[in-house]
């Protein structure tokens, strides 16, 4: 596993971080084009509308709007998890590991 600036990298053996990376970006690529097609092919266009409860007909909620609109926003991992989750979590070379 290769880790960039916070950035966890998908693990590929003997193979090194740049071509990880360049292999990382083929991937975000071709499931931007795959998920943003798939909407477009059933909706007809990019934004889709979300009822999260709609399995309770008589109270839907507010809608949630969705944008498939490709290229999706990148986030890093790390450090976007914890600034929404509003914690600090353990570097990435300790997951996995018994807590303290």
Do not use: W
């Not at 007809?44 to 999706?72: I, K, M, Q, R, S």
């Amino acid at each position: 596993m290769c880790v960039d600036n916070g950035t966890i990298l998908f693990p590929c053996e003997k193979v090194t971080c740049t071509k990880q990376h360049s292999n990382n970006l083929f991937i975000t690529q071709l499931f931007d084009g795959f998920s943003s097609g798939l909407v477009k092919s059933l909706t007809g266009g990019y934004v889709v509308t979300y009822h999260p409860n709609a399995t309770d007909p008589e109270n839907l909620g507010e809608p949630l709007t969705v944008d498939f609109t490709p290229p999706f926003r990148r986030v890093r991992m790390i450090p976007d998890l914890e600034e929404v989750l509003k914690v600090k979590l353990p570097p990435p070379s300790e997951f996995g590991t018994p807590g303290k």
